[in-house]
Structure formats: C-alpha cells, structure tokens
C-alpha cells in the first residue's frame, strides 16, 4: 500500500526542540528526541496547528507551485470562497476572476458553486431523514481525519456527501472539456488551497477513488501575484459582464456557520478551532448533542478563512466576505431534479484508523496498559514536556510502546541522581565512623 501523503512536514535545521509544537497538536502526533521534533504520521491530522505556532517556523506544508500549471493544455482555477476576502476594498468579484485568467488560467470554477449543490444536497437528505444524528459535516478534511482516529464510532454520523472542492473539480473537468474539445487529462485542475489538509486530502481523498484536482496551490503564494494583476487591470476596468457564478451560500461557506446555516435545519451548531472541534465531538460521543440535526465543524479558527496558507486575519476576511453577500444572490445552484447527481455521492465508506489502539490483540493491549499506569503512576503527573512527549501519560505510553525510555523524565532522573548521591555520602559517613576517612 502507498505510503501516505501528508502536506506538513518538518524542517529539521529550523527546529530548536523548543517543545511548543508538542503541546498544541491535537492528536499528541509530535514528539521532541535528540533536540529535535518528530511527527508521528499516523496519528497527525495535517490541521496545520503546529505550523501556526512554531516560532521558529520550522514547519511547512507542501504544496504545488504556480507554475507548474504549465504542465497543462487548459488550466482551471478553483478558488475556495475565502480567496475573495483576502483583498481589501474589493467588491468586485469580477476582478478577482479576471485576474486568475490574467495569471495564465483559461476558466474559473468557483468552489463556492459546487458548496452550494452540496448545501442543496444536503437539505435533500435531511429531509428524507435517512441519516443518523445529529449529522457531521464532510467538508473539513482534518476534521474527518481526527474522526477516524479519535471518534471512530461518529463515522456513521458524517455526512456521505463530497466536499465542496471535490464537487467543483468534477463539473470544472466535465466543462472544461466541452469548451476546449480537449481529452480530460489534458486538463489541469488546480485548487487555490488555504490549508495544507486539503493538500493531503487531494492526495488520500475521502469518500473516492481518487481526487479530480491535480494541482494544489497555496493561496500565500497566489495572493501577491494576484494582486499585482488585479491592479493592473483596475487601471483600465470598467466591469465585466456579470458572470455570477454564486450567491451568499455559497459564500458564506468560507466562514464558520456558513455550511450550517444552508442546511435550513432547525436545530445546528457550528464549531471552529480545533480545540472547539474537539470538545463538541467528545459531547457527541457522550451523546449530549442528540437533539442537533446538523453539526459543522472546522479544525481552522472562523472556519477555512482561518486556514494556515491564507494571508490575511481571519476575522477580517469575514466581515469582508459578508459585506461581498450584500451585493449577491442568496444562491445560483440549486439541484433541480427530485434525486442527488450521483458525482455529489460518496461511492465507499471511510474506516476508522486504529493507530491509537496499543496493540491489535485485545490482552496484549489490557497488558500494556496495565504497564502504562503503573509507569503513569511513577510519574509527578507535571505535564511539564521536558521529556519531548506532550504529557506524562504521553512518555508513559512511548515507553509501553518501546519509543522512549524513563531516563527522559527529569525529575525521575534527578530521583535516582538524589539517590545515588545519598548512598555515596552513607558509605563515606559509614567509613569515617570507622575510621578509614
Ligand atoms: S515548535 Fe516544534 S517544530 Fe518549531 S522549533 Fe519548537 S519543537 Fe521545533
Ligand atoms: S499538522 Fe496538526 S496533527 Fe499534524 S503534527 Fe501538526 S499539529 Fe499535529
């Protein structure tokens, strides 16, 4: 089986070790050893949260350069809604897309297009009541990577539906080809990422086979670029013809509650930031959310405008995105027929991950943890991380698992170093009593 792809990766140079990373990943997936951070790729989410943090920014995400849409004959953009929020005093959309094509893209595709035939699919299977509650969103790709990991047991709540990114990378193609007369693969996709889980979720999709975006782009590298060439053509811009391609839905899914509010559910709740994320699903699992339809839920702060590779504030870009709803429509796609197009569906489940579990064979995991508390129970219980783990039950389980040994915990260290030290000044008291000092 392929190894799998993560977008965020360590730089070992930049790395001081200095532990912060360690303490704010949300799956304990990174540990310092030797002085330096390591990333437990099993268990990391690609949530971005280390990047956002290290202060000596020692952590990256992969993702494809710009120029490599030269690769392609006929290239299409796919601007996730946050993109149109991170320019100040815009109002015309237009612009932003005319600047895409000045950047060397022969068409537009905007995602929020797609979201809103996922809004509009969304209702439809609320309403059918087929689904189990309250019903997860499927947008958030780290989220459903914490999901299979952590919450195994709410993948029957997660909403079988692609995200909107998926979706807008099918018809893009689909359209694509009818306007060019060219063959699909002769088409580059390229998605305007503004976080490195979509970059990874492109490369281990969700829900499908394989993904319909080749390229992924940061948004951090497209922004100045774009920029330059949307002031280029200010100079003379007098307004394109509308080509409106969304309403306020389908912008309103950039920030977080936008996807929920389209559900049109009466009872809904939208959590963003990762640490929030985490708490409304340990209430679900507790089963204290069972009266919700609907739960969105996204890893980034305010939603995907808060996603690491975007440039500007978060909470900036959403009063900027709301004010560009006041001039649109409340939605341009709607799904017209009585059934789902199935290119919306998920053709296969998603499974948990059991990289949590210590071992596959179920007394052999009652045995190692048996041994992890009584080597817990050694510990001070500080959670202090000078150790490189994220806490002492961390190390404790690193040791059970045979990655660490306890000689890494200081204060152990300084116990048996005290002891030690006392044993030598008893044996030298007990000589000099006897006369031999
Ligand atoms: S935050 Fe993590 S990656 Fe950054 S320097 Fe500290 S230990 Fe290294
Ligand atoms: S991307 Fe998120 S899950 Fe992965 S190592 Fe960084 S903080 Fe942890």
Redesign the pocket.
């Known amino acids: 089986m392929a190894e799998y792809f993560h977008s965020v990766t ?2 070992t140079e ?9 303490k ?1 990943c949300p799956t304990e997936a ?1 540990r ?1 050893r030797n002085g ?2 390591q990333i437990t790729k099993e268990r990391c989410i690609d949530c971005g949260e ?1 990047i956002r ?7 990256h995400a992969v993702t494809d350069p710009l120029a490599a849409i030269k690769g392609f004959k006929y290239k299409v953009a796919l601007p996730p809604p946050s993109l149109f929020g991170q320019y100040k005093n815009q109002e015309d959309l237009e612009l932003i897309r005319a600047g895409l094509l000045a950047l060397g893209f022969d068409e537009v595709f905007e995602v929020a297009a797609a979201a809103e035939l996922v809004s509009s699919a969304t209702r439809m299977m609320l309403e059918r009541g087929k689904l189990k509650k309250p019903v997860i969103s499927s947008a958030c790709p780290a989220v459903l990577r914490l999901i299979k990991i952590r919450f195994p047991n709410l993948l029957e709540n997660v909403l079988p539906i692609s995200s909107p990114m998926e979706v807008a990378a099918k018809l893009a193609r689909e359209q694509a080809v009818r306007n060019s007369g060219l063959k699909p693969e002769e088409i580059g996709i390229v998605f305007i990422t503004p976080c490195p889980a979509k970059v990874t979720a492109i490369k281990n999709p969700f829900g499908i086979d394989k993904s319909d975006v080749d390229l992924a782009v940061s948004s951090a590298e497209v922004y100045p670029v774009l920029l330059s060439a949307m002031n280029k053509l200010a100079k003379n811009w007098k307004g394109d013809a509308d080509t409106a391609q969304t309403g306020r839905t389908g912008l309103s899914w950039g920030n977080s509650g936008g996807e929920a509010g389209a559900t049109l559910a009466t009872s809904y709740l939208a959590a963003d930031g990762i640490e929030n994320v985490i708490n409304v699903l340990e209430e679900m699992e507790d089963n204290k959310l069972a009266d919700q339809d609907f739960v969105e839920l996204n890893a980034c702060p305010a939603g995907c405008v808060g996603g690491v590779l975007n440039v500007e504030n978060p909470y900036v870009v959403v009063t900027r995105l709301k004010h560009l709803w006041a001039y649109l429509p409340v939605s341009c796609n709607n799904i017209k027929s009585g059934s789902i197009p199935k290119e919306l569906l998920w053709t296969k489940d998603i499974k948990p991950l059991k990289t949590l579990s210590l071992s596959g064979d179920p007394f052999e995991a009652m045995r190692m943890m048996r041994k992890l508390e009584k080597i817990e129970s050694k510990l001070y219980g500080l959670d202090c991380g000078s150790c490189g783990s994220p806490s002492c039950r961390a190390l404790a389980e690193d040791i059970v698992r045979g990655y660490a040994t306890e000689d890494l915990c200081i204060y152990l260290l300084k116990d048996k170093v005290d002891a030690v030290r006392s044993s030598m000044l008893s044996l030298k008291l007990e000589s000099r009593e006897k006369g031999e000092g």
């Not at 930049?14 to 360690?22: A, E, K, N, P, Q």
């Not at 943090?53 to 952590?59: G, R």
């Open positions: 360590l730089d930049s790395c001081r070790g200095c532990i912060t990373c360690v704010r990174i310092v330096k951070a280390c943090v290290c202060p000596h920014h020692a952590k």
